[in-house]
């Protein structure tokens, strides 16, 4: 009987396994095969699954387009930036986090924590003013900065975590050594720490690279553009080329996709910092 | 500041001085820019609610509350905040149910590790994809001619060529779908992680004690996660409450109004008509709606420390 009950329950689980993979997947899926046809067989009654006239047309055209590859360019070099100084900072912010006390301390971390639910579009308008005061409007400049604010929390909160796993004895070593605290940090805690960095660095990468808001509004020419505002631009530019839409669409996720199927166990620890705590 | 009642010598004192600044030094990068992108820019945004026509002229005129006044009783100010209530409601909910159902059958016994590896990466892709990625892909499916209407036609659900994007019956329905497909990978990750941080010997107790599995899953797990689902209900509330890639991208708040958001007013209200200030008045007004759920957020994760 129990054993008769264990079955029900195991291919009910199945069921459900497939249809949330279904749910899930099947938009992927159709993205990518979509990306594989000609225009005129997007909307095809019935649909084409992989079509008869299969072919990288659509992968081409956004290969010949130097405006396509200048939105991939200005996405790479701009979240790169990002997650440098990202790093930096928040490795400087995390040490005085986790080996010091001081005055200050918990009212500095509650406005860290709290960045987290302060609307973009509400500093939308300062930032625009800002950056124009500042000379940074349409420019590297001004997503690199304004994207440090929605990337740092996180950092930080990641790193101070990391960092107070470590031993104080370690750092404390090398100043009974003679060497100084900045000396402690960057040749004993970081390099211990680079499984958690590398984890926090692709966090910060996928957040700069799937930016929309502030790419939208900051900046103006296409050649300041990145690659979400790109592929968003495609819909007015070519009267809907679908095709070209989803190849595009593919190429801009794939950097984000390869990084999770090498590095997953990092980004789910970046997922869950927020709101699991160990 | 500490033990000024001694009196150190000199070197000494260079010393301590030294000590009490270090790690200030260390965290001022971080304290510069909080104060330029976080405290000046709020500064600012709120200055700007009380003035007349900020940004376009020179010399705006404050106004006291009268932005406030006109952004309250703006009837489109009102759509927003009902589209955005059903839209941040529905989005919430069905992000909690899915989550949890998905990380449920993740963490099943009845699964091989290497199937539930499988299925996880699976499951996590939606949340892969940047807003505009998402929107387009719907966009697409969901056109008239497109493959949802299709399935809908061949599983006899209906036949009629359904404008879901485009039709105001349909449209907010459609974007909190889309919002919902983007979202709840997070919490079935962070529901995942607390599941499996719940100890095996609460479960064998409850056995024990003959508790089937509703009552095991009601008693033990749900506890058990609730610090984890109240700080995830938070976040996804001030996240949802200020989509606005996902909307802009897939209906612009249209058609008409029908899926008119906050954010999306804020936005045509400051980069399309140039009312800067009004902008202004209404994102004060949704930077205050967080801040309050911020502040509930901040005490919940103090008090799980």
């Given at each position: 009987m129990i054993g008769k009950k264990k079955r029900y329950v195991q291919i009910i689980i199945m069921a459900l396994l497939i249809i949330g993979a279904l749910f899930a997947g099947f938009p992927v899926l159709w993205m990518i095969l979509s990306s594989f046809k000609p225009n005129a067989e997007i909307f095809a009654w019935p649909p084409t699954w992989i079509s008869a006239n299969f072919s990288l047309h659509a992968y081409m055209e956004i290969f010949k387009n130097p405006e396509q590859i200048r939105f991939f360019i200005n996405s790479y070099c701009i979240s790169m930036i990002v997650v440098l100084f990202t790093l930096v900072i928040s490795i400087l912010a995390s040490y005085s986090f986790s080996r010091f006390d001081f005055p200050g301390k918990s009212v500095i971390n509650t406005i860290i924590i709290s960045v987290q639910a302060v609307p973009p579009i509400t500093l939308l308008i300062p930032y625009l003013s800002l950056m124009v005061t500042l000379k940074l409007f349409n420019t590297y400049g001004a997503l690199i900065l304004t994207y440090m604010l929605f990337t740092l929390p996180y950092a930080i909160l990641m790193t101070t975590g990391y960092f107070n796993t470590l031993p104080k004895d370690l750092d404390e070593a090398v100043m009974i050594d003679g060497g100084s605290r900045f000396k402690a940090l960057w040749s004993i805690l970081v390099p211990i720490a680079v499984p958690g960095l590398v984890s926090v660095g692709m966090y910060t990468f996928m957040q700069a690279w799937n930016e929309y808001l502030f790419a939208l509004t900051l900046t103006k020419t296409n050649d300041m553009r990145t690659v979400p505002i790109g592929i968003n631009l495609l819909m007015g530019q070519h009267a809907y080329e679908w095709n070209q839409m989803m190849a595009m669409s593919v190429l801009g996720s794939l950097p984000i996709l390869l990084l999770f199927l090498f590095f997953q166990r990092y980004f789910i620890a970046g997922m869950t910092a927020g709101s699991v705590k160990s | 500041m500490l033990n000024n009642n001694i009196k150190p010598a000199a070197p000494q004192k260079w010393r301590i001085w030294k000590r009490n600044i270090t790690p200030y030094v260390y965290l001022s990068p971080t304290i510069i820019l909080l104060v330029i992108l976080l405290v000046i820019p709020i500064i600012m945004v709120i200055r700007y609610s009380f003035y007349d026509n900020v940004i376009i002229n020179k010399n705006p005129v404050f106004v006291g509350i009268r932005n406030y006044m006109e952004v309250v009783t703006d009837k489109d100010f009102i759509t927003a905040i009902k589209n955005t209530l059903v839209f941040v409601g529905i989005s919430v909910i069905a992000h909690l149910l899915i989550g949890m159902l998905f990380a449920m059958l993740l963490n099943t016994r009845y699964l091989g590790a290497r199937s539930k590896a499988f299925f996880r990466v699976i499951y996590i892709l939606p949340w892969m994809f940047t807003a505009s990625v998402i929107a387009i892909l719907w966009k697409m499916m969901l056109n008239p001619n497109g493959i949802i209407n299709y399935l809908l036609d061949v599983f006899h659900i209906t036949s009629q060529h359904i404008e879901w994007l485009s039709s105001r019956k349909f449209a907010l329905a459609a974007v909190t779908l889309i919002n919902i497909w983007s979202g709840y990978p997070f919490y079935m990750i962070s529901i995942l992680a607390g599941l499996q941080g719940i100890s095996t010997d609460l479960y064998e107790a409850s056995a024990l004690d003959g508790a089937g599995a509703v009552q095991t899953y009601l008693k033990i797990t749900i506890p058990q996660l609730k610090p984890i689902l109240i700080s995830l209900i938070m976040l996804d509330f001030v996240w949802t409450i200020q989509q606005f890639a996902l909307i802009w991208m897939t209906t612009g708040g249209g058609p008409?109004?029908?899926?008119?958001?906050?954010?999306?007013?804020?936005?045509?209200?400051?980069?399309?008509?140039?009312?800067?200030?009004?902008?202004?008045?209404?994102?004060?007004?949704?930077?205050?709606?967080?801040?309050?759920?911020?502040?509930?957020?901040?005490?919940?994760?103090?008090?799980?420390?």
């Open positions: - | 008409i109004k029908a899926t008119e958001t906050l954010s999306t007013y804020i936005y045509k209200q400051g980069f399309s008509s140039y009312q800067y200030s009004l902008a202004s008045t209404s994102a004060v007004i949704v930077l205050v709606i967080c801040t309050i759920i911020a502040v509930f957020y901040v005490r919940h994760q103090k008090a799980r420390d």
